[in-house]
């Protein structure tokens, strides 16, 4: 069984240009997460995605952007690139945990191998 | 607010050798706690994780943590390490159902020497 799946692995981009990153997630699972992995920090949680809708965000700003598509694929979008936006970005999937098909203790969330992304 | 830190940034170890990999965390809630591995060019796996019960919590290899309330602590050991284990090893606490709620420490590189 495949695991999850991102796109590009590696992408350079200049300061203002807009980067999109591609997530597939195990087949079966509706939910995504996209978390930012920065040099030297632990991961922040990025954004949350469920049977097509945004169910949660963290601390970043509205630059920060993406969607679920029927296929429960995600895309993430940063627009207006910055230096400091360089780092991993890893997505994760897990099944649907919160409506009480396994429950949260009883399920995990399965990581991609990242984006990295280079601001220049 | 909750947070979690690694007290190393890097952990080297000669092979064979007993390793501890030291995470604390402040919550005023309780939490689940969970570590993540990652090696090389790969994606975070979950090595394991305390959710309640007993406070000593195994992997399938090798690994074991165990839950300290009073120091709020959740640290990692295995006492006999391999040159496989070579990675970078994540602490993270949920302070609530749900994985966009974990956060995570800024991860402790164990390098395994020969």
Redesign the interface.
Known sequence: EAGVTQSPTHLIKTRGQQATLRCSPISGHTSVYWYQQALGLGLQFLLWYDEGEERNRGNFPPRFSGRQFPNYSSELNVNALELEDSALYLCASSTDWDRGLAGYLNTEAFFGQGTRLTVV | AQS?T?LD?QVPVFEEAPVELRCNYSSSVSV?LFW?VQYP??????LLKY?SGSTLVESINGFEAEFNKSQTSFHLRKPSVHISDTAEY?C?VSPG???????????TRLAVHP
């Open positions: 979690v690694q940034s689940y993540y060019n790969q994606g975070l796996q979950l959710l994540f993270a159902m749900g994985y966009n709620k974990l956060i995570f420490g800024a991860g």
